[in-house]
């Protein structure tokens, strides 16, 4: 059975998550678009085609809430992935609501000053970034992934560096 909300086909056995993203966009929030740098394919120096355009809802502490409309292009003439802008993959991970700047400022606040879910969350109401606990507990594991990521690069750099140094092969490392 199809029900329709707000002019928009819905199955009822979508979850509540699925449901709040088919809804239209709020409104009032500055629209900034993301265009590619790149004009050309990287692999055959063709023509880059438009193949989509998204828009999602960001936060981050630096520009508040805005909508982010990233268009992402491609070569029609060979089998290059579509290209997409450098600069919104600076500020926030792919296809996620919060930015960089605004996940390592909640882990610091919450694991470095030790402060609790919902202080973190009204210094950001203060700064206009309305969250729920969920959503500061959300940010924080995404600071602790995040984290987790540099820590196994950096021994990767490390083990890469003392092979080179030692001129041989070394055995994995424990700190």
Not at 76 to 97: D, M
Not at 118 to 144: K, N
């Amino acid at each position: 059975m199809l029900i329709l909300l707000r002019g928009l086909p819905v199955w009822p056995a979508w979850p509540a998550a699925r449901l709040t993203r088919a809804l239209p966009a709020p409104t009032g929030l500055p629209v900034v678009n993301f265009e590619p740098e790149a004009r050309r394919c990287p692999l055959c120096a063709g023509d880059l085609l438009v193949q989509k355009t998204r828009t999602r809802t960001l936060s981050t502490l630096a520009a508040g809430t805005l909508l982010a409309r990233e268009t992402s292009r491609q070569c029609r003439s060979c089998a290059a992935p579509p290209v997409g802008s450098r600069q919104l993959s600076g500020l926030a991970p792919p296809r996620q609501r919060f930015g960089y700047d605004l996940i390592v400022w909640a882990g610091l606040q919450r694991y470095h000053h030790l402060r609790q879910r919902a202080e973190v969350r009204a210094d950001l109401a203060r700064r206009g970034i309305e969250l729920s606990d969920g959503s500061v507990s959300a940010l924080c594991d995404r600071f602790l992934q995040l984290l987790e990521c540099c820590a196994s690069h950096y021994l990767d750099v490390k083990r890469t560096v003392l092979v080179g140094l030692a001129g041989r092969r070394i055995g994995p490392m424990v700190e």
